[in-house]
């Protein structure tokens, strides 16, 4: 059976930064484009950053409020997807989620095959 366990979110100050991990026991990871989508209460949820699968170029991409404050990377030799978030503003604060698609590229959520528990970001005044 598919896992994906995010780990690293917590409190953590206005302007301040963590890093978010995704552990997946996929067998072909390389072959996953990865992706971290987010859950405001009460709200749908959005997407955040991906990176394509590593014979695709592992090509990233952002929506915009995020561009130059969060980094999407990945290390297939350890199957894990890493959301570096840094300046952290007041939208930010979110469910986080990890998510798996096999090939491709997607914004969309129900595009994704796999996903994780989510992990909680939250800010502290």
């Known amino acids: 059976q598919v896992q994906l366990v995010e780990s690293g979110g917590g409190l953590v100050q206005a302007g301040g930064s963590l890093r978010l991990s995704c552990a997946a026991s996929?067998?072909?990871?390389?072959?996953?484009?990865m992706a971290w989508f987010r859950q405001h209460p009460g709200k749908e949820r959005e997407f955040v950053a991906a990176?394509?699968?590593?014979?695709?170029?592992?090509?990233?991409y952002y929506t915009d409020s995020v561009k130059g404050r969060f980094t999407i990377s990945r290390d297939d030799a350890k199957n894990t997807v890493y959301l570096q978030i840094n300046s952290l503003n007041p939208e930010d604060p979110a469910v986080y989620y990890c998510?798996?698609?096999?090939?491709?590229?997607?914004?969309?959520?129900?595009?994704?095959?796999?996903w994780g528990q989510g992990t909680p970001v939250t800010v502290s005044s």
């Open positions: 998510a798996a698609k096999y090939f491709g590229r997607a914004t969309i959520s129900s595009d994704y095959n796999y």
């Open positions: 996929l067998r072909t990871f390389s072959y996953y484009t």
């Open positions: 990176i394509s699968w590593s014979g695709g170029g592992g090509t990233t």
